[in-house]
T-cell receptor
Framework: QKEVEQDPGPLSVPEGAIVSLNCTYS??????FMWYRQYSRKGPELLMY????GNKEDGRFTAQVDKSSKYISLFIRDSQPSDSATYLC?????????????FGKGTKLTVNP | AAGVIQSPRHLIKEKRETATLKCYPI?????VYWYQQGPGQDPQFLIS???????DKGSIPDRFSAQQFSDYHSELNMSSLELGDSALYFC???????????FGPGTRLTVL
């Protein structure tokens, strides 16, 4: 079993829809949680970074972390065609000198005009 | 704003050849990470450096080595290349250990 599980999709929604992306994890040592957006053949772009349970909002994006359930989510409001990309969740333990990111498989999102 | 710079962006090598990938972190970032992303896969951590010292090591083959230089740029050296080494190689930098990691555009390595 992978440490981080993410539904690979693909997910297709109409423009303006609310998108919900999710990841679950098994390693309780994970303390830092991130969402990256990756366009085809490009580097991952950091969208959200959080280290506590609860919600964090940035524009149309809301990241939600539930450490008790080992579950994180990213919500995209008023989705746009330019949001079409692969979304990767990532997390790290930041313990013992290890800050490596462990990624989910990524969810491919298409927002249709 | 300045971003992470990686060179070359594309590299084609034959089996058993050697490749060197370079990474220039965001200014004032002293921590560098290397990741490998195979086709349709998520990025896998290879190795990281903090203040020019190796700080963590992941699933990096013994054929690969890396270092961070006094100007904080990093190089990933890959020898005896195999077909399975074909992948996107990303470098990420952060202001310090545990901070957000910002990724470069990647180097696409193709081994023929």
């Amino acid at each position: 079993q992978k440490e981080v599980e993410q539904d690979p999709g693909p997910l297709s929604v109409p423009e303006g829809a609310i998108v919900s992306l999710n990841c679950t994890y098994s390693n309780s040592a994970f303390q830092y949680f991130m969402w990256y957006r990756q366009y085809s053949r490009k580097g991952p772009e950091l969208l959200m970074y959080t280290y506590s349970s609860g919600n964090k909002e940035d524009g149309r994006f809301t990241a939600q972390v539930d450490k008790s359930s080992k579950y994180i989510s990213l919500f995209i409001r008023d989705s746009q065609p330019s949001d079409s990309a692969t979304y990767l969740c990532a997390m790290s333990a930041n313990q013992g000198g290890s800050e490596k990111l462990v990624f989910g498989k990524g969810t491919k999102l298409t927002v249709n005009p | 704003a300045a971003g992470v710079i990686q060179s070359p962006r594309h590299l084609i090598k034959e089996k058993r050849e050697t490749a060197t990938l370079k990474c220039y972190p965001i200014p004032r970032h002293d921590t560098v990470y290397w990741y490998q992303q195979g086709p349709g896969q998520d990025p896998q951590f290879l190795i990281s450096f903090y203040e020019k010292m190796q700080s963590d090591k992941g699933s990096i083959p013994d054929r690969f080595s890396a270092q961070q230089f006094s100007d904080y740029h990093s190089e990933l050296n890959m020898s005896s290349l195999e077909l399975g080494d074909s992948a996107l190689y990303f470098c990420a930098s952060s202001p310090g250990p545990g901070d957000e990691q910002f990724f470069g555009p990647g180097t696409r390595l193709t081994v023929l």
